[in-house]
């Protein structure tokens, strides 16, 4: 499976940005799949996941609220679509997958493909 990450950019404090992961090849092995950021200087951090088949949803618990994960199965792209963005949200978003279901929530953050990442910075 080959996953391309896109949307990121330069906003400000308050701003939404919509994320999209288009994924190709064998996707119909997909299980779940994932957003994960990583922040200057941190380690990287589940964000939120999507069943491929059924639509069900995770969340990292300071997400609910501002981010939304969806998929177009049709086009074989998942979204992320992040409201109320705020300075701290800055980071380099990658799509993961998995073909296989993980115990939730995510211990690890190691998966089976990785997008290449797109960066979001807020501004204050």
């Known amino acids: 499976v080959q996953l391309q990450a896109s949307g990121g950019g330069l906003v400000q404090a308050g701003d939404s940005l919509r994320l999209s992961c288009a994924a190709s ?41 501002r981010f939304t994960i969806s998929r177009d199965n049709a086009r074989n792209t998942v979204y992320l679509q992040m409201n109320s963005l705020k300075p701290e949200d800055t980071a380099v978003y990658y799509c993961a997958a998995d073909r296989r279901p993980r115990a939730r929530p995510l211990v690890t953050m190691s998966f089976d493909s990785w997008g290449q990442g797109t960066l979001v910075t807020v501004s204050s």
């Open 25 to 65: 090849g064998r996707t119909f092995s997909i299980y779940t799949l994932d957003w994960v950021r990583q922040a200057p200087g941190k380690e990287r951090e589940f964000v939120a996941g999507i069943n491929w088949s059924t639509g069900n949803t995770y969340y990292a618990d300071s997400m609910k609220g």
